[in-house]
């Protein structure tokens, strides 16, 4: 970016819009043919001149009037962009001349400026430094000092710069050619290495409202980067743009060039205070976002941190809060990584990113062993966001905490708690592990007593109760559904098995009650045989107990048993029923 700034009009590389000096030097005295093509020199008809200063060299036997041809055509050519062709034509005038002035005055020039112009530095400067030797021309004293000081920069002689430079200004201050040459003076320091003097000099520029000022603070905001005082150069690039708008993307891509320099020194810069979120956007966000996205996240979490911190309220800054979180996360700072992603929840109640930020919240909860805050912010998610894309991914989060940490369920509010129990319980019973599996199934009873899940935990319950002939519970079980979920889908099913686990107790009055009440209510089941069969043998048993009054009801019992049976092609159990209704006299 510097390369940039010095770039053109600042040092120029060649010299293209000065003219030969001592106009009237040759006018007068060499006749009309001379003033003729000095004349038309002067008005900047070049062509025409160059052909008139020819003509002086090839047809004039005078050494003077072929003198000031050679010196004509001389600059006539610099003015072409024939450099070469000019040297060669002024060494032939330095001949005839034998270094008498003024002669030499337009001659050293001349040459001095076509070196430059060729890129012949040090030749150059011998020219313009021989011109110094004539302080009485004043004006032309002045240039060469000038000249003088620019071939010694673009040759490296840094110390003859300040020298000239300084005898320019003290011989003729306040000139345009004098505030040229300071600004050459400026970088001749800053080559050499004394980068605060560059600054100093700079400063003075700037306070004497040189014609480059703007240019000036820009470079100044520079410097004050390269020389580490990085508060300096922030609070020199934040004026430059408030009071330059018109230069904001050259102030902005030379803030660019100082952060790819110093970016890592400023971002840890403890005193450094931003204001302005265009110079945020470049020292921070922008750098800080493409380490995010290349994977450097220290780099990234350095410059977040900065931008969050002077611009909390910029839209931008909820977003590198949320991605703050996620590097503390991916770090292992899970600490951190909370305080961060609490703070977005506090501070961007709205923010596009919170449903992301919710999700990873959980996950650091759950790093730092808070299950509970872990079940309640995974379950706040989905309840808030129920149809997000990532909802299903969060739904199996909290699922799996739930099925690890079963105390957790209690405090989420959905039924995705409801349903991780629900399912561990599931699973345990498909694994054969039913005391496990039992358990529970009581568990999430008692914890989901009004979840969509309950019915079916209370059956599956039952059901596991009665497979174990643990038949206290399964009765339990199956009366709580039974009483509870009269029309649930799984009632047929556990009325019936509530009569046959009375049954299995030899509780025959009981068995007796809830079988009629299953024939009576389910008249079309599939198991309504069965349901006959065994309340034949609850009035059977009752009978044998010597209860006469049983024998009626147990021998009808078992004739719609046999008849049920025989309808439905079981001849086995048709023809076992029929034999009890003989043996009851039927």
């Known amino acids: 970016m510097l390369l940039t700034l010095l770039s053109g009009a600042l040092i120029p590389t060649k010299i293209t819009d000065y003219k ?19 004349r038309l020199y002067y008005s900047g008809q070049i062509q025409r001149a160059k052909g008139l200063y020819e003509d002086l060299v090839n047809n004039s036997d005078a050494p ?80 060469a000092l000038y000249f ?76 004050y980067a390269e020389y580490g005082d990085y508060p300096k150069a922030i609070q020199q ?42 110079v945020g956007e470049i020292l921070f966000y922008k750098p800080g976002m493409k380490a995010y996205k290349s994977g450097k996240m220290t780099k990234a979490q350095q410059r977040f941190e900065r931008f969050i911190q002077f611009f909390p309220d910029d839209p931008r800054a909820a977003k590198l809060v949320a991605y703050l979180g996620q590097l503390l996360f991916q770090a292992g700072s899970y600490e951190k990584a909370r305080e961060k992603l609490e703070y977005y929840l506090q501070k961007y109640p709205e923010g596009e990113d919170r449903p992301a930020v919710l999700e990873l919240l959980g996950r650091v909860y759950y790093k730092l062993k808070d299950y509970r805050r872990a079940a309640e912010t995974w379950d706040q998610f989905l309840r ?44 345990a019973y498909k694994q054969g592990a039913y005391p496990k599996a039992l358990k529970l199934f009581e568990e999430f009873i008692k914890i989901f007593p009004n979840s969509q899940y309950t019915p079916k935990a209370t059956f599956n ?51 007796i009650t809830y079988l009629t009440q299953f024939v009576q209510t389910f008249s079309r089941s599939d198991k309504l045989a069965d349901a006959y069969k065994f309340l034949g043998f609850s009035y059977y048993k009752k009978y044998e107990a010597g209860d006469e009054t049983a024998k009626a009801n147990a021998l009808s019992a078992f004739q719609n048993a046999a008849k049920l049976y025989r309808s439905a092609g079981k001849s086995k159990e048709a023809s076992q029923m029929e034999q009890f209704v003989k043996q009851l006299g039927g």
């Open 20 to 38: 030969k000096p001592l106009p009237d030097l040759f006018a007068s005295k060499y006749g009309p043919i001379v003033a003729k093509a000095e």
């Open 64 to 143: 003077g009037r072929r003198l000031v041809g050679y010196i004509g055509n001389g600059w006539c050519l610099i003015h072409l962009g024939r450099y070469t062709e000019a040297i060669d034509t002024f060494r032939k005038a330095e001949v005839l001349s034998g270094g008498r002035k003024p002669a030499v005055i337009p001659l050293y020039m001349g040459l001095g400026i076509a070196y430059y112009n060729k890129g012949r530095y040090l030749d150059a400067y011998h020219y313009f430094k021989a011109l110094t030797r004539y302080p009485e021309y004043e004006e032309v004293y002045r240039d």
């Open 148 to 223: 003088a000081a620019l071939a010694a920069y673009m040759n490296g002689s840094y110390d003859k710069v300040v020298s000239l430079v300084d005898e320019l200004q003290r011989r003729f201050p306040n000139t345009k050619k004098a505030n040229d040459a300071a600004i050459l003076k400026v970088f001749a320091y800053r080559k050499k290495g004394e980068l605060f003097k560059a600054i100093t000099e700079l400063k003075k520029l700037i306070a004497k409202g040189h014609p480059r000022k703007p240019k000036f603070e820009i470079i100044l905001a520079e410097w």
């Open 237 to 278: 690039y934040e004026k430059a743009l408030s009071t330059y708008p018109l230069l904001k993307d050259t102030i902005l891509a030379s803030l660019a060039y100082v952060e790819q320099k110093y970016g890592d020194n400023i971002a840890l810069a403890p005193n450094i205070k931003v204001t302005n979120p265009l």
């Open 384 to 427: 808030e966001y129920p149809g997000h894309k990532d909802a299903e991914k969060v739904k199996k989060l909290l699922q799996a905490l739930i099925s690890e940490r079963p105390e957790v369920a209690q405090y989420v509010k959905s039924e995705v708690g409801a349903e991780a129990v629900f399912n561990k319980a599931l699973a």
């Open 461 to 511: 319950a039952g059901y596991i109760a009665y497979q174990m002939k643990d038949y206290d519970r399964a009765v339990q079980h199956f009366s709580e559904y039974v009483q509870k979920y009269p029309n649930g889908e799984d009632a047929e099913n556990a009325l019936y098995l509530l009569a046959l686990a009375y049954f299995a107790k030899k509780d025959y009055d009981n068995a």
